[in-house]
């Protein structure tokens, strides 16, 4: 790989350009993404043979009866509202499990969002345990990030849903956690754009410097929780798309016939807050527009052509000036803030994870690194 230069640049096979400050590209203009998700898209359930994954499936189905024998639920899923978690909830059902689905409602759930839970659980027959956050605690949280100046904003919504699967795993004794996560469509997200999803030294480390409370009673995860639960308690998360020959829209298609499943016309539109930062603040402050992650995962994995993605990416991102003048103006009064401060906010200089305490700052990291290098010798 040859480094990029300051001059733009936009990969020859997928659309992935040098708005992602950690781009490479080769002799070829083909860039580093594009690789890693050819890489990621080989490796097994995703890439295996055809008659190989449908004999991982069924291990995995049985696998799953097996450990949930005599509990009243054998698996646990996450629910949105979107298509992923959505389409996760009927193959589950299909596959004759018995989910427990958990939502976490943060306060930003879209109409159509809401109610696409409520016909799934419905119709599937499926029991939900919803986890209203507290508004005031969160609202604080999430002024905290966007104070921070980071393009991290979203990631604590991510990390507490994280924390609550796994606690309502070892609630109930279950070992399968069915994440709606997979490779299709996710194959692609620059480093850069957003992380510390399971950092919760990250998170404390935001709130202190920027909440009103300084200490955080919501509960958060950290990446060695993770470990526990998966090394030591025996939980597994799956990523459960990547069994099936997961397409999106085929997916959308089936939900709306079915399950009354309504479209919310974006990847993550079940959520306003999303909506408004992923299509508003994320591009016009940090330049970053997740819709080129997004289309290039999907040319990777063969759903989408890049000149469709090229012709997608001239639509705007709010068609309608109207409906973003409203959505901001709803986003200033969920947050209880003016316009003027959220433009202070926009003006604010651009951050990273880096420039606050985090997980690779804390000597306990630093242990936990030597001791696998430690490990990775003695092999």
């Not at 020859?12 to 890693?36: E, K, L, R, S, Y």
């Not at 994440?179 to 997200?189: D, F, P």
């Amino acid at each position: 790989m040859k480094d990029k230069t300051s001059s733009y640049q936009i990969c020859t096979q997928c659309v992935m350009d040098t708005t992602d400050p950690d781009i490479v590209f080769d002799d070829n203009g083909i860039c580093n993404h594009c690789t890693n998700a050819i890489k990621r898209l080989e490796q097994p359930p995703y890439g295996l043979p055809p008659k190989e994954k449908e004999d991982a499936l069924h291990k995995l189905i049985k696998e799953v009866k097996v450990a949930g024998k005599g509990k009243k639920y054998d698996c646990v899923i996450g629910l949105s509202g979107g298509v992923d978690s959505s389409y996760v909830a009927y193959l589950v059902k299909q596959w004759g499990l018995n989910p427990l689905a958990i939502h976490v409602d943060n306060g930003w759930n879209s109409e159509e969002g809401t109610k696409n839970i409520e016909n799934i659980c419905k119709i599937l027959n499926i029991d939900m345990c919803t986890n209203v956050l507290d508004w005031e605690e969160f609202k604080d949280l999430q002024l905290a990030f966007l104070k921070a100046s980071t393009p991290d904003s979203e990631i604590p919504t991510d990390n507490i849903l994280c924390e609550i699967l796994y606690r309502t795993a070892n609630k109930y004794g279950i070992k399968h956690i069915l994440s709606g996560c997979n490779v299709t469509s996710e194959s692609i997200l620059p480093k850069a754009w957003s992380q510390g999803h399971r950092d919760k030294t990250y998170i404390a480390s935001v709130y202190k410097q920027f909440g009103e409370k300084k200490k955080l009673s919501i509960p958060t995860a950290s990446i060695y929780q993770v470990i526990w639960n998966q090394r030591v308690k025996g939980i597994k998360w799956i990523d459960t798309l990547d069994y099936v020959q997961y397409d999106k829209e085929q997916a959308k298609e089936y939900l709306k016939q079915h399950l009354d499943w309504q479209d919310y016309g974006r990847k993550h539109g079940e959520s306003i807050y999303t909506r408004i930062y992923q299509e508003y603040l994320l591009p016009h402050k940090f330049g970053y527009d997740k819709r080129r992650a997004h289309y290039s995962s999907l040319i990777a994995a063969g759903q989408l052509s890049r000149q469709e993605a090229l012709e997608m990416l001239k639509q705007p991102l709010y068609v309608n000036q109207t409906d973003l003048e409203n959505d901001i103006v709803y986003f200033c009064n969920k947050f209880g803030i003016t316009k003027e401060e959220f433009e202070k906010i926009m003006a604010l200089p651009i951050k990273s994870i880096h420039d606050y305490h985090n997980e690779s700052k804390t000597l306990r990291h630093k242990l936990w690194n030597a001791a696998r290098k430690i490990r990775n010798l003695l092999k």
